[in-house]
């Protein structure tokens, strides 16, 4: 609302000053329109990086995980970077092939860094399944394939999901 009631003001200042011919109004208009827009511009940097955050997501990894416990990161690097620095895990990427990053895939010694999904699935079914970390909905993640209630939602913060493998006998809030 504030940046729209400066945009507008600006706007009719502008247009006064284009009547008038006044390039001095027009310049210092468009200076002051600017100086107002600078709250409006560390708002939305403030709200986009809180939302973006990995820091609490990350403390729950370095609480739950031990040091042989493997993290898989589904997705592109990019959704959760931070998450090794805060963690102390450095994750395998399942599906990030395809990020702007991916790149580092087409490298010869990649192959124990980015996994497919059937490699991911192998490593589940494994006596010492992976931790999966996830910006996708559950619908679009790599969860929706696994086996009826053997993943088990461990945490969810800032649109991310840590999934652990569910005990045998597992019942609701299973998936």
């Known amino acids: 609302a504030w940046a729209a009631g400066v945009l507008l003001a600006g706007a009719a200042v502008l ?5 008038r011919r006044s390039a001095r109004l027009g310049a210092w208009t468009v ?3 600017m ?17 973006r955050a990995v820091t609490v997501m990350a403390a729950e990894i370095r609480a739950r995980l031990g040091p042989g416990d493997l993290l898989v990161l589904e997705g592109p690097i ?15 990427l399942l599906d990030a ?27 589940w079914a494994s006596a010492r399944p992976p931790y999966l970390l996830t910006t996708r909905e559950p619908a679009q993640s790599i969860v929706a394939s696994l086996p009826p ?13 840590l999934y652990g ?8 809030g299973s998936r």
Request: glycine share 10%.
């Open 15 to 19: 247009a006064a000053a284009a009547a």
């Open 31 to 33: 200076a002051a329109v």
């Open 35 to 51: 100086l107002l827009l600078v709250p409006v511009v560390a708002i939305g940097l403030a709200v986009t990086s809180s939302a």
């Open 78 to 92: 990019e959704n959760a970077g931070a998450v090794e620095f805060y963690s102390g895990h450095r994750p395998v």
């Open 97 to 123: 092939a395809r990020s702007v990053l991916g790149i580092g895939a087409t490298f010869a010694d990649a192959a124990g860094t980015f996994w497919s999904a059937p490699r991911f699935a192998e490593a």
């Open 149 to 161: 209630r053997s993943a088990r939602l461990l945490f969810a913060h800032n649109g991310r999901w």
């Open 165 to 172: 493998r569910a005990p045998a006998d597992a019942g609701p």
